[in-house]
């Protein structure tokens, strides 16, 4: 069973630039690296006018899309309730590790990432006991934080610290 570690933040804090880095920090360690992404908004991998989105459009619940270079299962939701974190990781194939972006409310183990640009209210961390460390552009403002924190940029002792975190 993988390995689950989160990155969680407020919208632009750069979650997103934080688990690219992750991965290939981890791939370059020899690990493979599985990620969970969740949007809050709609979006879409296929675009009006392709075969698989007539599929789609047509009523098929699933839709799979096959080359040499790589596949894509799409799964249409119609009436089911938004699939949870656990039901996502069923479906991944074996992995070291699964790096999640978003799931906030789910309770496996987390790194909040912070801009002082994009903090909303309160840091997360504040009021989330699985936020286990914190990545932040403003590493002295965050002196009151009883976490580790890290800079951005030194995404080598980030590794480290959840390679530590779930023994890896």
Known sequence: MAKVFGIVGWKNSGKTTMVVELVKAFRAEG??????KHAHHV??????GTDSYKHREAGAAEVVLVSRNRWVLLHELRDEEEPTLADMMEKLEPSDLVLVEGFKSDDHPKLEVL???TLRDHPIWEVDDTIKAVVSDDVA???NCNLPVFSPSDVTSIVKFIKDYVQL
């Open 31 to 36: 690990y493979r690296v599985s990620t969970v």
């Open 141 to 143: 403002a965050d002196e």
């Open 115 to 117: 801009r002082k640009e």
């Open 43 to 48: 979006f879409d991998v296929d675009h009006k």
